[in-house]
């Protein structure tokens, strides 16, 4: 047993410091960003936040609108050939569309069912959360060897060392955050965990050092917290509970005391696996929980808010564009946010 006694940081710790600023408005700022990917080669240009693979924010329907501001949507592991089928908007929005995926022989056969007929998509998934295992990097390995064309993004991870070692297996994107999700009990169930920010800078550092990319996944409660995750290095943040509660997510509906609420869930709780996989097997625990979210309206409103915080981040602290937000980044640690005064 040992102890790091080095701090690791959270979103909620720090707090960007203001810095001189040519920039006249929020409007100047570029929050668009143009990657090209280690294996694929594909060059990808758009607003690199994408909608989690989670019930009721990983949909056709999400994707359809965030694809108009050029956001990426990763569908659920539920969407299969015949739902895609269906969707008549595939193929204008394909570029912001990533596929999902397990490491079981029945997801894999789902996957590659999805890929034979809709062979123009162009970014996999491979998502479990314990990214840790031998098996999880021998499946990306042979993932990669059947799609050596795809951008294949893999996770879940939280330390350099883990990250290298799916880079080196094949994957583009590294996928980075253990329990820090709005409706995730990892960390209370298992005790394991990292706190977000430090996971991005680090595992950021790493894949950059081997020319891939990673994306922050969880832990963002605010636009304030998806601007911190891009000054630590993000290239991509992904986002669940800030999207959930959206009518285009098309979630369950509940009418309590004359409001509308949708029901939300972790995709490890009791309802994502009683709805998908039969219930909760004997040798595991639930590590998600569900919740009821004031029904949100339209997303748009909620994604301009986002987009607005950034731009806002980016002059506070000098920074022409999203690109360049990191390079002009100091966080200061703080014991306090904000003044939560009124609630």
Known sequence: MRIEEEIKLDYADVLFRPKRSTLSSRKDVELKRTYKFKYSNHQWTGTPIIAA?????GELGMAKILSKFEIMTCLTKQHDLKAIRRSSAVKEIFPHITLSTGTSD???KRLNEILKEFSFFEFICIDIANGYSDHFSKFVRSVREKYP????????????????????SGADIV???????????????????????SAVIECADAAHGLGAHIIADGGCTCPGDVAKAFGGGADFVMLGGMFAGHEEGGGKKVKKNGSHFIEFYG?????????????LSDYRSSEGKKVQLKYRGKIKDTVLNILGGVRSSCTYVGAPSLKQLSKCTTFIRVNQQFNDTFK
Do not use: F, W
């Not at 996928?175 to 995730?184: D, E, F, N």
């Not at 995709?267 to 039969?278: F, P, Q, R, V």
């Open 175 to 197: 996928k980075v955050g253990i329990g820090p999700g709005s409706v995730c009990t990892t960390r209370i169930q298992t005790g394991v965990g990292y706190p977000q920010l």
């Open 53 to 57: 693979n989670m019930d009721g924010v």
């Open 106 to 108: 029945k997801d894999y």
């Open 267 to 279: 995709s490890s709780s009791d309802t994502a696996l009683d709805k998908h996989y039969g219930g």
């Open 149 to 168: 064309t795809k951008t294949i993004i893999a996770g879940n991870v939280v330390t350099a060392d883990m990250t290298q070692e799916l880079v080196m």
